[in-house]
């Protein structure tokens, strides 16, 4: 009979990414819900079970270690092989993955291969509590309207979960759990792709995901110059920039910035979002921020029905004197 709730852990270079934590908390609330418990599964090279009590302290009753030095950088067969075999011998009830890089590859090539259902880039999870089964909620048709789906007839129901919107449980090194590595019978043709170099990428900004502070452009900006105030804002904020599609479509700054269905979804204490509409693709990346402050021209924009508060008019002139009063009362 299938049980408990899987959490697949992303690590690089034996670091928890934040995501993992992120789907402990998650998985606490549904293996409550079930009556079940929560099981991490760990994959790495050499010296990854250092790691697996951390994960206990963050929520997990279980750890299962897959440690090899072929398992040192992520590569799909190898990856894939691990978690089927884990899959197939402990048939676990829920699999949750991260809709990072890692886990839109990962997931769906694990689904094939156990001919189950997945359920990508969610936003919402929970249990049904008539039926036991996973409702897993995402955006669909193109942000306009909320889907729940769920998996009645194949196990293990799976899901990737968009980063950075479910909530860590507090962590608390008086938990206790039990860890077990496992042996992975590998083949031959997981090996088939070779990983000849990973080149890391030095051009990378601020990952937008962990900053407090956030202001946002849009189009409204006028173009890559008027990225100019905005990140002087963030600056004075010791924030970061992020942007709307728009922004980013028109080449004034770098995807890694965007927010939103088809960007990054960002939980900042403080949004503010300059010459940004607030179409529902958009709102669904930060409309759980702490604060939100709209600045547009038009006041019946979208974006000041999800506003703590609203400044109507150019963010042109706006935003070099609120910039101008912040570095004023920081002296
Ligand atoms: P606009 O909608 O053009 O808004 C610009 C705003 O700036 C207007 O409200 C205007 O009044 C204001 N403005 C203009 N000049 C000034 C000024 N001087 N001062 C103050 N205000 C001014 N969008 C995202 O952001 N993120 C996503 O991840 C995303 N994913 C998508 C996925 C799909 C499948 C689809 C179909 C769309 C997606 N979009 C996404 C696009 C989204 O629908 C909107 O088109 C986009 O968010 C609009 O960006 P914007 O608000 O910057 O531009």
């Given at each position: 009979?299938?049980k408990n709730?899987?959490v697949?852990?992303?690590?690089?270079?034996?670091?928890?990414?934040?995501?993992g934590y992120?789907?402990?908390g998650?998985?606490s609330?549904?293996?409550f819900?079930?009556?079940?418990?929560?099981?991490?599964?760990?994959i790495?090279?050499?010296?990854?079970?250092k790691?697996?009590?951390?994960?206990?302290y963050?929520g997990?009753?279980h750890v299962i270690v897959?440690?090899d030095?072929?398992l040192?950088?992520?590569?799909?067969?190898?990856?894939?092989?691990?978690?089927?075999?884990?899959i197939?011998?402990?048939?676990?009830?829920i699999?949750?993955?991260?809709?990072?890089s890692?886990?839109?590859?990962?997931?769906?090539?694990?689904?094939?291969?156990?001919?189950?259902?997945l359920?990508?880039d969610c936003t919402?999870?929970?249990?049904n509590?008539?039926?036991?089964l996973?409702?897993m909620?995402r955006?669909?048709?193109?942000?306009?309207?909320?889907a729940t789906?769920?998996?009645?007839?194949?196990?293990p129901q799976m899901?990737t979960?968009?980063?950075?919107?479910?909530?860590p449980?507090e962590?608390?090194?008086?938990?206790?759990?039990?860890?077990?590595s496992?042996?992975?019978?590998?083949?031959?043709?997981?090996?088939?792709?070779?990983?000849?170099?990973?080149?890391?990428?030095?051009?990378?900004s601020?990952?937008i995901?962990?900053?407090?502070?956030?202001?946002?452009?849009?189009?409204?900006?006028?173009?890559?110059?008027?990225?100019k105030?905005?990140r002087?804002?963030a600056?004075?904020l010791?924030g970061?920039?992020?942007?709307s599609?728009?922004a980013?479509?028109?080449?004034w700054?770098g995807n890694?910035?965007?927010v939103?269905?088809?960007?990054?979804?960002?939980r900042p204490d403080?949004?503010?979002?300059?010459g940004i509409?607030g179409a529902?693709?958009?709102?669904?990346?930060?409309?759980?921020?702490?604060t939100i402050i709209a600045?547009?021209?038009?006041a019946?924009?979208?974006?000041?029905n999800v506003?703590?508060?609203?400044?109507?008019?150019?963010l042109?002139v706006?935003l070099?004197?609120l910039?101008?009063?912040?570095?004023?009362?920081?002296?």
């Open positions: 009979m299938s709730v899987y697949v852990i992303e690590q690089r270079d034996g670091r928890v990414q934040n995501i992120e789907l402990l998650e998985a609330s549904l293996a819900d079930l009556k079940q418990e929560v099981v991490a599964v760990l790495g090279g050499v010296g990854i079970s790691i697996a009590q951390e994960l206990i963050w997990a009753n897959a440690e030095s072929r040192q950088e992520y590569s799909t067969l190898p990856y894939s092989r691990v978690l089927t075999q884990i197939l011998t402990d048939e676990p009830e699999v949750l993955f991260g809709a990072s890692i886990g839109r590859d990962l997931a769906p090539r694990v689904s094939a291969r156990l001919k189950t259902g359920t990508a919402g999870l929970s249990i509590l008539d039926n036991q996973l409702m909620t955006p669909a048709f193109g942000g306009n309207l909320m789906i769920c998996c009645k007839h194949h196990k899901a979960v968009r980063t950075g919107v479910m909530q449980i962590r608390d090194d008086n938990r206790t759990g039990t860890i077990r496992i042996e992975i019978a590998f083949q031959r043709k997981d090996f088939a792709v070779e990983l000849v170099e990973v080149i890391p990428n030095d051009n990378i601020a990952d995901t962990k900053a407090k502070y956030l202001v946002g452009g849009g189009r409204g900006v006028g173009g890559p110059e008027g990225f105030i905005v002087e804002l600056n004075t010791n970061e920039v992020a942007a599609r728009a980013v479509e028109s080449g700054i890694d910035h965007q939103g269905q088809t960007g990054k979804t960002v403080l949004y503010i979002a300059c509409s529902i693709q958009h709102l669904t990346g930060m409309e759980n921020s702490g600045i547009n021209k038009n019946s924009a979208p974006i000041f506003a703590d508060l609203g400044i109507v008019g150019d042109h706006i070099p004197k910039n101008d009063a912040l570095k004023e009362a920081k002296t």
